[in-house]
């Protein structure tokens, strides 16, 4: 069974920074790719981020400059350094993790952590 559990959501001002957490049941060398979704209410989850195996970094263009992504093998996890945050940043946030095989592509999520950017 794999697990993935986030943490570190809350409250944050406009321009305020906030660092998210994803922690695995697993090595995380195990996976192909991680990566954060979010989805604010009434809305499509939409990607945010994501890590590959080789360690090169995808942001979407409306969090390029301020989100950074980034892993630790030693520990299993995964974070997201979340800089000068804007009201439209306000959503749960999902761990997502990739696994590639002979019988496909297996998806894993976490079951969110709250961002609310007060105005």
């Known amino acids: 069974q794999v697990q993935l559990v986030e943490s570190g959501g809350g409250l944050v001002q406009p321009g305020g920074s906030l660092r998210l957490s994803c922690a695995t049941s697993r090595n995380i060398n195990d996976f192909d790719s991680m990566g954060w979704y979010r989805q604010a209410p009434g809305s499509q989850r939409e990607f945010v981020a994501q890590?590959?195996?080789?360690?090169?970094?995808n942001e979407s263009d409306s969090v390029k400059g301020r989100f950074a992504i980034s892993r630790d093998h030693r520990h299993n996890a995964m974070y997201l350094q979340m800089n000068t945050v804007k009201p439209e940043d306000t959503a749960r946030y999902y761990c997502?993790?990739?696994?590639?095989?002979?019988?496909?592509?297996?998806?894993?999520w976490g079951q969110g952590t709250q961002v609310t950017v007060s105005s």
């Open positions: 890590i590959v195996r080789g360690g090169t970094t």
């Open positions: 997502n993790a990739k696994m590639y095989g002979p019988g496909g592509r297996s998806d894993y």
